[in-house]
């Protein structure tokens, strides 16, 4: 009998540890918090007690003099917001800031899978002419040298992979695909100063000791690059 207890105790302990391991959370730098009533009392608190394990932190304040004490005392991964929780307006408002906030990596959505689905829409017209057309997707060099930022670069290799793979499924149907690979082209993603922005952002944003093994040096010689 005392045997059995023993192992009772034994197996509740590791299944209460276990499922309070998996309550744990991880990679800090990539979460978002948004806190409201941060002027004072636990929502205060609580914005400085995340914000010091390393999150990006969302606080809103009612009043500018409790946002700006806020400010004082936290890092610069914090950001505080204006808000009136009573307010809908208010409320619909401080939500888009929000949205804006939160960074989403529109590369491959934009360069790859956007092509995909527009490629697969339009074989279908392709194939009811009476000459069948062309595919003619937009690479980059950077689809066959790693120059620039990886998830572009990833990109630009996608596109490339799939171009080819279908470029073999259409070939007997008459179908013809290609790509093009421009060099170096002045836009909006090639813009120095918001790469370095993005980038110092992106630096902000990772955990303490990535930072650390980095250092701001790296920042510093990676803008120089720019």
Same mark, same amino acid.
């Not at 400010?71 to 914090?78: A, I, N, P, Q």
């Not at 082209?185 to 955990?207: G, M, P, Y």
């Given at each position: 009998?005392?045997?059995?207890?023993?192992?009772?105790?034994?197996?509740?302990?590791?299944?209460?540890?276990? =499922?309070? *391991? @998996? $309550?744990?959370?991880?990679?800090? #730098?990539?979460?978002?918090?948004? &806190?409201?009533? /941060?002027? !004072?009392? =636990?929502? *205060? @608190? $609580?914005?400085?007690?995340?914000? #010091?394990?390393?999150?990006?932190? &969302?606080?809103? /304040?009612? !009043?500018?003099?409790?946002?700006?004490?806020?400010?004082?005392?936290?890092?610069?991964?914090?950001?505080?917001?204006?808000?009136?929780? !009573?307010?809908?307006?208010?409320?619909?408002?401080?939500?888009?800031?929000?949205?804006?906030?939160?960074?989403?990596?529109?590369?491959?959505?934009?360069?790859?899978?956007?092509?995909?689905?527009?490629?697969?829409?339009?074989?279908?017209?392709?194939?009811?002419?009476?000459?069948?057309?062309?595919?003619?997707?937009?690479?980059?060099?950077?689809?066959?040298?790693?120059?620039?930022?990886?998830?572009?670069?990833?990109?630009?290799?996608?596109?490339?992979?799939?171009?080819?793979?279908?470029?073999?499924?259409?070939?007997?149907?008459?179908?013809?695909?290609?790509?093009?690979?421009?060099?170096?082209?002045?836009?909006?993603?090639?813009?120095?100063?918001?790469?370095?922005?993005?980038?110092?952002?992106?630096?902000?944003?990772?955990?303490?000791?990535?930072?650390?093994?980095?250092?701001?040096?790296?920042?510093?010689?990676?803008?120089?690059?720019?």
């Amino acid at each position: 009998m005392l045997a059995l207890w023993i192992i009772t105790v034994v197996v509740g302990y590791f299944t209460i540890k276990w =499922f309070l *391991n @998996r $309550l744990e959370v991880g990679n800090f #730098g990539d979460k978002y918090v948004f &806190i409201t009533g /941060c002027d !004072t009392g =636990f929502g *205060n @608190r $609580l914005a400085k007690k995340l914000d #010091g394990l390393g999150l990006n932190v &969302i606080a809103s /304040c009612l !009043t500018k003099d409790g946002a700006s004490e806020l400010k004082k005392v936290t890092s610069e991964r914090l950001t505080t917001v204006s808000l009136d929780v !009573t307010s809908t307006q208010d409320v619909k408002r401080v939500m888009e800031e929000i949205d804006e906030m939160i960074p989403v990596n529109k590369v491959l959505p934009v360069n790859l899978l956007g092509l995909i689905d527009v490629c697969i829409k339009c074989v279908p017209l392709l194939r009811k002419g009476r000459t069948k057309g062309r595919v003619i997707n937009v690479s980059s060099v950077a689809g066959r040298f790693a120059v620039g930022a990886s998830p572009y670069v990833a990109s630009k290799y996608a596109v490339e992979g799939f171009s080819d793979g279908l470029r073999r499924e259409l070939k007997c149907q008459g179908i013809s695909v290609h790509i093009i690979e421009p060099g170096q082209h002045t836009t909006s993603l090639a813009n120095k100063e918001k790469i370095i922005k993005d980038l110092e952002q992106a630096f902000h944003r990772t955990r303490p000791d990535t930072r650390d093994y980095y250092g701001e040096e790296y920042i510093k010689k990676c803008e120089f690059k720019c």
